[in-house]
């Protein structure tokens, strides 16, 4: 915990809301997976509170989150290396594999959007007022859809997950010291920043207020909204690592933790390094000049 971090709270934790994930790639499809377990253990304090036996297949009681997910990506072979996924879901939609999964672990009613979201999205059907939205996506210009998107809203809390791909030489077979030094020690680092508008005012910096780069595309194609690349451009030219997504899936879990238990955040933004095996994280009472604790 960050020295004098304190708890913020965001919002109001008898509220209904709803959690939207977008992304359901890397960093994504286990951020779903630990959001669902959350969400089910939630449910379950809730059934024993209220005396009612926990069985699978009831409503969900009142105030824990709706889930949606949204990716228009299909499951590939190569996916399975470090996502979520086995080799009987290849061909598949993510969104619509990872939401039958956790519907099933979980007894929940987990909803898919099988789609990218794009400019002409109408974000507020997919993640309403007063909800939390995860970012989970890795090019620029989804980055950038969704913080113009939020910055509409009145109320939303933002939270974004970013790391770094591996450094690839331009021609892999010829490979210098260097070169592979650089290999080895790149795509370790990613951040995780959480921004909050309340009221119509914001709370919290978004993601991209907080570090711009996340959407000032390059103008390749590793940056554009993946439907919008021809197949023949699409390359993998800094991929990511496991354990790194990793990293950033359990930084996420312990933002939803606090968000969706009372409502309050400890943390405006963490960074970590995976190999080195450090995260440091700043105070969210720090953004604020007055917070109601």
Same mark, same amino acid.
């Given at each position: 915990?960050?020295?004098?971090?304190?708890?913020?709270?965001?919002?109001?934790?008898? &509220?209904?809301?709803?959690?939207?994930?977008? +992304? %359901?790639?890397?960093?994504?499809?286990?951020?779903?997976?630990?959001?669902?377990?959350?969400? #089910?253990?939630?449910?379950?304090?809730?059934?024993?509170?209220?005396?009612?036996?926990?069985?699978?297949?009831?409503?969900?009681? *009142?105030?824990?989150?709706?889930?949606?997910?949204? @990716?228009?990506?299909?499951?590939?072979? /190569? $996916?399975?290396?470090?996502?979520?996924?086995?080799? &009987?879901?290849?061909?598949?939609?993510?969104?619509?594999?990872?939401?039958?999964?956790?519907?099933?672990?979980?007894?929940?009613?987990?909803?898919?959007?099988?789609?990218?979201?794009?400019?002409?999205?109408?974000?507020?059907?997919?993640?309403?007022?007063?909800?939390?939205?995860?970012?989970?996506?890795? $090019?620029?210009?989804?980055? =950038?859809?969704?913080?113009? /998107?939020?910055?509409?809203?009145?109320?939303?809390?933002?939270?974004?997950?970013?790391?770094?791909?591996?450094?690839?030489?331009?021609?892999?077979?010829?490979?210098?010291?260097?070169?592979?030094?650089?290999?080895?020690?790149?795509? #370790?680092?990613?951040? !995780?920043? %959480?921004?909050?508008?309340?009221?119509?005012?914001?709370?919290?910096?978004?993601?991209?207020? !907080?570090?711009?780069?996340?959407?000032?595309? &390059? *103008?390749?194609?590793?940056?554009?909204?993946?439907?919008?690349?021809? %197949? +023949?451009?699409?390359?993998?030219?800094?991929?990511?690592?496991?354990?790194?997504?990793? #990293?950033?899936?359990?930084?996420?879990?312990?933002?939803?933790?606090?968000?969706?238990? @009372?409502?309050?955040?400890?943390?405006?933004?963490?960074?970590?390094?995976?190999? =080195?095996?450090?995260?440091?994280?700043?105070?969210?009472? @720090?953004?604020?000049?007055?917070?109601? !604790?």
């Amino acid at each position: 915990m960050a020295k004098g971090a304190k708890p913020v709270r965001v919002l109001d934790p008898e &509220a209904e809301t709803q959690l939207t994930i977008v +992304g %359901c790639g890397g960093t994504g499809g286990f951020v779903i997976k630990n959001a669902c377990r959350l969400v #089910w253990g939630l449910k379950e304090q809730r059934r024993a509170a209220e005396g009612v036996p926990p069985l699978f297949g009831e409503t969900l009681p *009142g105030h824990v989150p709706e889930i949606l997910l949204c @990716d228009g990506d299909a499951v590939e072979r /190569k $996916n399975i290396v470090r996502q979520d996924f086995v080799a &009987a879901d290849v061909g598949r939609p993510k969104a619509i594999v990872l939401a039958d999964r956790a519907s099933a672990a979980y007894g929940l009613e987990v909803r898919a959007y099988p789609r990218y979201v794009k400019e002409g999205t109408d974000l507020k059907q997919l993640a309403p007022e007063g909800g939390i939205v995860v970012g989970c996506v890795d $090019n620029a210009d989804t980055r =950038r859809i969704l913080h113009e /998107k939020l910055s509409s809203y009145d109320d939303v809390v933002y939270v974004d997950a970013g790391n770094a791909g591996v450094e690839l030489p331009e021609d892999p077979a010829a490979l210098s010291r260097s070169e592979l030094r650089k290999i080895r020690e790149s795509g #370790w680092s990613g951040q !995780v920043v %959480c921004g909050v508008r309340k009221g119509g005012e914001t709370l919290l910096h978004f993601p991209a207020d !907080v570090m711009p780069d996340l959407i000032e595309s &390059a *103008g390749g194609p590793e940056d554009r909204v993946p439907d919008e690349v021809p %197949c +023949g451009q699409i390359v993998v030219s800094s991929p990511q690592r496991h354990a790194t997504n990793l #990293w950033a899936a359990a930084l996420i879990y312990d933002y939803l933790q606090d968000l969706l238990s @009372d409502g309050t955040v400890l943390h405006a933004s963490s960074f970590f390094d995976a190999r =080195r095996k450090y995260v440091k994280s700043y105070a969210a009472i @720090d953004e604020l000049d007055q917070v109601a !604790v």
